[in-house]
């Protein structure tokens, strides 16, 4: 058998968009990895469709190349991380494969909240950090102000001199070059190669003791069953090795055999008869092992310490959808279809949880954000499901003296500086705590707020609209804190169809001047339905379905053609994010419709005397 090549584990820690799949992209070019004749798509690690419509990482991959340097080839594992806040938990895990980080920072926006999570993860694990200054040909870069900025986020974190101490290269990802001099604008990405083989260690791991492994991702193959990923933390496996999973206690949960290991060789998962300790591979033959346990040989009683999995913050109901509509765009409407592909969600995205309702027509799926939900609902949407889907609530603790707490998250803000005052001003009213305020370049401004997580549900779409799409907000998970009272929610009523039919270009003609309409002319209603937002901050029911009446009288200038304003078309976060407490989403393949949960107006007069009486 030929000898291993020397390796190399690292993951690449990167805020969304600073370039991290693009420069993936680049690294398996230069290394080889694709043929030169080889179609591939750009932002090859984005395999998802929702990631590449999107143009953000969802799910962390792992991958590897072979790079020919100058004391022979080596093999580099690289872990693509997701850089969103909401799939933080997912990135905490898996430093736990790696030697070493690269910090990917943009060189005008510099260090965001997503990178300083991360980053504070990877430096107390005691990783050692390559910072590369991306996207360094734009004509805003501040490379040097950017620098100085990372030097300061790892002192805050608690760097070590060792880590402090770290090299920079600066680069453009899209561009394939990188290199040590700020000016430099053409090359490749051989200092970059250069650098992880210096600077990164080789994995120092047991390799004469038993097999022992940490799982860290979790998927389901059709044909193998659960697949899990992590790397071989002590010893060598052998296809059909025996083998065990143990919990966090040391407990085990079930024994069986390595029916297949699979190694990251470029984009494709490769089968290979053996595994040594430092690998990332994908181990398939167990069923009810999941992330954090160990799996190893039979002679093994101590778990290998593991990252706790955060718990969630945020949950949604997801429910039957019982619309008039219903049935008609989607194959899969019952509860006993949504409960399995949510349990089967649950399985694989550990940081979900699922629990069913007393009525078996609903599920509270409990999350770590509005963006990794609304990925699960979108997926769940192309799979033909149709549901509906309640507003977003925040979940409760309680502290050492019982008070009520709730969770708050690190808001940073970057708007323009004719704009500050009114973002301050609704952030305020939202219960949120400034932070920080500085002056980023550029005629913009840099805010930093701590607030409760109830406060944003919903801002999202006001803070576009307040700032005229040019502001940019970046959440992120900071702590249970305080409750906070009572905060207000959205200003504006509803207006409600209070019929089931067509909509009608007449009626809508003449609703405009009640509010912003979300449907167009011919386009389906039912009692109930929301059919735009009523200016006032009263909910209205009125009739979008009225068409003129006809006489055979001719009346001066009244048969001009209508011409409406284009309705507002709400994505589906949008529609989670605008809809009350006494409203829902219906989410079917084809149609993203908000509605109130009771139809009937007679029910909603009901509902609300009894909620003013108590």
Same mark, same amino acid.
């Given at each position: 058998?030929?000898?291993?090549?020397?390796?190399?584990?690292?993951?690449?820690?990167?805020?969304?968009?600073?370039?991290?799949?693009?420069?993936?992209?680049?690294?398996?070019?230069?290394?080889?990895?694709?043929?030169?004749?080889?179609?591939?798509?750009?932002?090859?690690?984005?395999?998802?469709?929702?990631?590449?419509?999107?143009?953000?990482?969802?799910?962390?991959?792992? +991958?590897?190349?072979?790079?020919?340097?100058?004391?022979?080839?080596?093999?580099?594992?690289?872990?693509?991380?997701?850089?969103?806040?909401? /799939?933080?938990?997912?990135?905490?895990?898996?430093?736990?494969?790696?030697?070493?980080?690269?910090?990917?920072?943009?060189?005008?926006?510099?260090?965001?909240?997503?990178?300083?999570?991360?980053?504070?993860?990877?430096?107390?694990?005691?990783?050692?950090?390559?910072?590369?200054?991306?996207?360094?040909?734009?004509?805003?870069?501040?490379?040097?102000?950017?620098?100085?900025?990372?030097?300061?986020?790892?002192?805050?974190?608690?760097?070590?001199?060792?880590?402090?101490?770290?090299?920079?290269?600066?680069?453009?990802?899209?561009?394939?070059?990188?290199?040590?001099?700020?000016?430099?604008?053409?090359?490749?990405?051989?200092?970059?190669?250069?650098?992880?083989?210096?600077?990164?260690?080789?994995?120092?791991?047991?390799?004469?003791?038993? /097999?022992? /492994?940490?799982?860290?991702?979790?998927?389901?193959? !059709?044909?193998?069953?659960?697949?899990?990923?992590?790397?071989?933390?002590?010893?060598?496996?052998?296809?059909?090795?025996?083998?065990?999973?143990?919990?966090?206690?040391?407990?085990?949960?079930?024994?069986?055999?390595?029916?297949?290991?699979?190694?990251?060789?470029?984009?494709?998962?490769?089968?290979?008869?053996?595994?040594?300790?430092?690998?990332?591979?994908?181990?398939?033959?167990?069923?009810?092992?999941?992330?954090?346990?160990?799996?190893?040989?039979?002679?093994?009683?101590?778990?290998?310490?593991?990252?706790?999995?955060?718990?969630?913050?945020?949950?949604?109901?997801?429910?039957?959808?019982?619309?008039?509509?219903?049935?008609?765009?989607?194959?899969?409407?019952?509860?006993?279809?949504?409960?399995?592909?949510?349990?089967?969600?649950?399985?694989?995205?550990?940081?979900?949880?699922? +629990?069913?309702?007393?009525?078996?027509?609903?599920?509270?799926?409990?999350?770590?954000?509005?963006?990794?939900?609304?990925?699960?609902?979108?997926?769940?949407?192309?799979?033909?499901?149709?549901?509906?889907?309640?507003?977003?609530?925040?979940?409760?603790?309680?502290?050492?003296?019982?008070?009520?707490?709730?969770?708050?998250?690190?808001?940073?803000?970057?708007?323009?500086?004719?704009?500050?005052?009114?973002?301050?001003?609704?952030?305020?009213?939202?219960?949120?705590?400034?932070?920080?305020?500085?002056?980023?370049?550029?005629?913009?401004?840099?805010? +930093?707020?701590?607030?409760?997580?109830?406060?944003?549900?919903?801002?999202?779409?006001?803070?576009?609209?307040?700032?005229?799409?040019?502001?940019?907000?970046?959440?992120?998970?900071?702590?249970?804190?305080?409750?906070?009272?009572?905060?207000?929610?959205?200003? !504006?009523?509803?207006?409600?169809?209070?019929?089931?039919?067509?909509?009608?270009?007449?009626?809508?003609?003449?609703?405009?001047?009640?509010?912003?309409?979300?449907?167009?002319?011919?386009?389906?209603?039912?009692?109930?339905?929301?059919?735009?937002?009523?200016?006032?901050?009263?909910?209205?029911?009125?009739?979008?379905?009225?068409?003129?009446?006809?006489?055979?009288?001719?009346?001066?200038?009244?048969?001009?053609?209508?011409?409406?304003?284009?309705?507002?078309?709400?994505?589906?976060?949008?529609?989670?994010?605008?809809?009350?407490?006494?409203?829902?989403?219906?989410?079917?393949?084809?149609?993203?419709?908000?509605?109130?949960?009771?139809?009937?107006?007679?029910?909603?007069?009901?509902?609300?005397?009894?909620?003013?009486?108590?």
């Amino acid at each position: 058998m030929t000898a291993p090549l020397p390796l190399r584990n690292i993951a690449i820690i990167a805020h969304v968009d600073h370039g991290k799949t693009t420069l993936v992209d680049q690294l398996f070019r230069q290394s080889g990895t694709f043929r030169d004749n080889q179609r591939v798509e750009e932002r090859a690690m984005d395999s998802n469709d929702l990631e590449r419509e999107r143009g953000i990482t969802i799910l962390a991959k792992p +991958t590897s190349i072979e790079w020919e340097g100058p004391d022979g080839a080596v093999r580099i594992n690289i872990v693509d991380t997701p850089g969103h806040a909401d /799939f933080g938990a997912e990135v905490e895990r898996i430093l736990s494969m790696v030697d070493g980080v690269i910090l990917l920072v943009d060189s005008a926006e510099g260090a965001m909240p997503q990178t300083k999570f991360v980053t504070g993860k990877a430096l107390g694990l005691g990783l050692k950090p390559i910072v590369v200054v991306n996207k360094i040909d734009r004509p805003d870069q501040r490379a040097a102000e950017v620098l100085d900025e990372v030097f300061d986020l790892f002192v805050n974190l608690d760097a070590n001199d060792e880590q402090l101490d770290f090299p920079v290269l600066y680069a453009s990802g899209r561009n394939g070059y990188a290199g040590e001099d700020i000016a430099a604008r053409s090359g490749s990405l051989e200092p970059l190669f250069k650098l992880i083989v210096d600077h990164v260690p080789p994995p120092s791991l047991e390799t004469d003791a038993p /097999f022992s /492994f940490l799982a860290t991702l979790l998927d389901r193959d !059709n044909f193998m069953g659960r697949v899990l990923t992590g790397r071989v933390q002590s010893g060598t496996i052998k296809v059909n090795d025996p083998i065990r999973a143990l919990d966090a206690e040391g407990n085990v949960i079930e024994a069986g055999r390595a029916s297949k290991l699979l190694t990251f060789r470029g984009l494709d998962r490769v089968p290979v008869e053996e595994a040594r300790a430092g690998d990332i591979i994908a181990i398939a033959g167990l069923e009810k092992a999941t992330v954090s346990n160990t799996i190893a040989a039979p002679e093994v009683t101590d778990p290998i310490a593991a990252q706790p999995i955060d718990p969630p913050t945020l949950a949604m109901r997801f429910a039957v959808n019982d619309s008039p509509l219903a049935g008609r765009e989607g194959d899969k409407v019952t509860s006993r279809m949504i409960r399995d592909r949510l349990m089967r969600e649950a399985e694989t995205n550990v940081a979900i949880r699922v +629990t069913e309702s007393a009525d078996k027509d609903s599920f509270e799926v409990a999350g770590r954000g509005e963006l990794q939900l609304g990925v699960v609902i979108e997926t769940m949407r192309r799979e033909g499901f149709e549901l509906g889907i309640s507003r977003p609530r925040v979940l409760f603790d309680t502290d050492e003296g019982g008070n009520r707490t709730e969770p708050y998250e690190t808001v940073v803000i970057d708007v323009d500086d004719e704009y500050s005052g009114t973002v301050v001003e609704k952030m305020q009213r939202r219960k949120a705590e400034m932070t920080e305020m500085r002056p980023s370049g550029q005629g913009k401004t840099r805010i +930093t707020f701590s607030a409760p997580s109830r406060g944003l549900i919903g801002y999202h779409g006001e803070f576009l609209s307040d700032t005229r799409g040019t502001g940019i907000m970046n959440r992120l998970f900071e702590k249970y804190g305080p409750y906070k009272g009572v905060i207000e929610g959205r200003n !504006n009523g509803v207006l409600i169809s209070n019929g089931t039919g067509e909509a009608n270009a007449y009626a809508l003609n003449n609703l405009e001047e009640r509010g912003i309409l979300f449907v167009s002319p011919q386009e389906k209603l039912y009692e109930g339905m929301v059919i735009g937002e009523n200016a006032k901050p009263d909910d209205l029911e009125v009739n979008p379905m009225k068409a003129k009446q006809l006489t055979n009288i001719r009346s001066s200038g009244k048969d001009d053609a209508i011409r409406l304003t284009p309705p507002k078309i709400m994505t589906l976060e949008q529609a989670i994010a605008y809809i009350d407490d006494d409203e829902m989403v219906e989410v079917t393949p084809k149609s993203i419709r908000l509605r109130k949960a009771l139809l009937c107006p007679h029910e909603r007069k009901k509902a609300g005397r009894k909620k003013e009486a108590a």
